[in-house]
């Protein structure tokens, strides 16, 4: 307690009932008894507290998760529906020889539990591998900060990787579903044919009709409230906004690609072949515009929320210079220090200040109390107030100010009374006079008015940080050298660290970004399936159109040639998959802006959009699929394509 500067200070007691005594009882009986010196609470109340310091945290990495499962099932959907589309015929004709449709069914789904079966266990070991690796070099609140006295192992129980497993094998099941359905839709006859591969998928020429009915609800869905600090409105709004937008692909297609009047030149002829199969092209590029939106929307809301940060700092660091303790020997500037400060020649002006927590609900973290040298008219200025405030409290009460988190955990808003219980029973009336964004402290924080706060009621916080303005003439470095030199005779010699608000800044967008660094890498990993999808969804096709390039072949063009219709055919479908994906993209980015955040972490941004980033990031996905399309099927075009027509149902 010495070292600390705690002596004679008691911060909690425990007590053990005797054997009978409920604490539930007991609370109810002595908490009136005991409330003029502090609180009783159970063991529960306090795990309740710690859990939820990172409940939201840990409900969003949980969707940031499904997001990846939803992804590669929209993966597997586009690959078996093209798989079942060019297999038509022989359904059809294992059909003919008396195999049931249910038998046919079956086989889709066998085949996509076996991908499935794969991908999650490859899934597991290499998740368990990045957690690893995250958990060692960044810690286990992903180098946010939160949590740095917490040093994590990674674990994974048979049973979670299991699990885990078992999600990645659903996911490819519920994506194989519809495929599954459309290996008996067509007419016996027809599916003998070929070139019946863009009939089997009439059905998405109405699917738009439900894309707007999917859309309908998800736009509904923005009005559940949210469920503790689960936003599970905004997140229904995704999932179905996002199944939504994928039916609606094929009228895209047939909106944006259409036959051309006369085909003079290549890329007219790769625009023909794309309209002449809008189903195909559709459903090929779900996997596609799924995983790019889902980044675009990631990638607005990072964006945006970082340069909502950076205009926070500037608003709230305004002092040219910052100074604050770095022991806990000295629990506070002294007056005696803060005075000769503020007499100090070349200093215009010096603010000190300090905190305490405080517990508001004992199923909730403490909030902070920060008593600071601030008035009604000086609060405008020195924090970033959000909606209406008040010009002057109630009577009798102590002017505050809260966070945006009070408001959504709380109920308080400008105008709200609240009572403040101190130490020492302590009793503070106040009037909340309006509400602030704070993005900093995660569980909530009220202003006080220093002065009023010791005047009014003879309570004092022990001041641990100050904010320094020194005159014009003054250089920070010469401030700097005088506040060292009035300290040397003091016990605050040594002991006080200085920051400049470019550094404060520095620091805390370091943070931000190892904090997301995370998100970038699913990022990555988006834009990765997105192009696999594009290889995979080219390679069926092009393996459906076999007999059209031998066709081609015989008639005297060359694999080269064929290869830069093909790559026409990718850049003209890549480019409509990333301007539809940037479309819902930005719808989802603003679900996440507006909904998810102020519902999970109750903090609001403002919207700032990354055009420079999202065109980059489109003729990335464009230039890189052609390539990726290119790559697939070069050694194709290569084989001796005339042997394809030699296929005895062609």
Known sequence: ????????????????????????????????????????????????????VSQA??????????????????????????????RSRQWAL????????????????????????????????????????????????????????????????????MLFGGFGVLATLLGGLSPAFQTGQMALHQRLRAGTEEAGLQFANKAHWLGLLLCAIALACLWIPPYGNIPVGGYLAVAFGLFGGIAMIGLVVRAFIRHPVQLSALGDLAKSRLASTPNLLAVGLSGVVASFALVVAMHVMIYSFRFSLDNWLTQVLPAP??????????????????????????????????????????????????????GVDAARQRLPMTGT??????????????????????????????????????????????????????????????????SEFNVKFKDTQGAVWPNQAVTVKEAITRIEKAASTTALSNKIDFAEPGEIRQISLDIFDRSFAVTYLLEIAAIVIGLFGVGTTFSAMALQRKREFALLGAIGAGPGWMLKLIAREAFLA????????????????????????PQSFHWTMEWFTPWRDLILMVVVLVAMSSATVTLALRGKLNTQLVDQLKEDWA
Not at 34 to 46: K, N
């Open 321 to 374: 210079l910052y100074v604050k303790l770095n022991t806990p020997t000295i629990p506070a500037f002294p007056d005696e220090f803060q005075n000769k400060l503020a007499a100090e020649p070349g200093i215009d002006l010096i603010e000190f200040w300090g905190s305490q927590s405080l517990v508001l609900d004992p199923k909730r973290p403490a909030v902070e109390l920060i008593a600071r040298p601030i």
């Open 389 to 454: 405030t008040l010009d002057s409290p109630q009577a009798g009460t102590l002017p505050v100010w809260v966070s945006e988190l009070m408001t959504d955990l709380y109920g308080f808003k400008a105008g709200s009374q609240l009572v403040l219980q101190l130490d020492q029973g302590t009793v503070i009336p106040t009037t909340v006079m309006g509400v602030w964004r704070d993005y900093t402290r995660q569980h909530g924080a009220i202003v006080l008015p220093k002065a009023a706060l010791l």
């Open 1 to 52: 307690q010495w070292r600390l500067g705690t002596l004679g200070h008691i911060s909690r007691v425990d007590l053990k009932l005797r054997e009978g005594v409920s604490p539930a009882a007991f609370q109810k009986q002595y908490e009136a008894q005991f409330a003029s010196l502090g609180r009783l609470e159970t063991p529960s109340e306090q795990g309740t507290r710690g859990a939820s």
């Open 94 to 161: 294992l059909a003919a020889l008396g195999a049931k449709a249910g038998t046919l069914r079956m086989q889709v789904l066998f085949e996509s539990m076996c991908c499935g079966i794969v991908g999650g266990a490859l899934g597991v070991a290499m998740g368990w591998g990045l957690a690893w690796s995250v958990v060692r070099y960044l810690g286990v609140d992903l180098g946010a900060g939160y949590f740095e006295a917490a040093h994590g192992a990674v674990s994974l129980a048979p049973v979670d990787a």
């Open 574 to 597: 890549s480019t409509l998959a990333a301007g539809v994906g940037l479309t819902i993209g930005l719808a989802f980015a603003a679900i996440l802006i507006f909904v998810v955040n």
């Open 57 to 86: 945290y840990r409900a969003n990495l949980s969707i940031l998760a499904m997001v990846a499962l939803l992804t590669g099932g929209f993966l597997t959907f586009s690959t078996q529906m093209l798989a079942v589309a060019q």
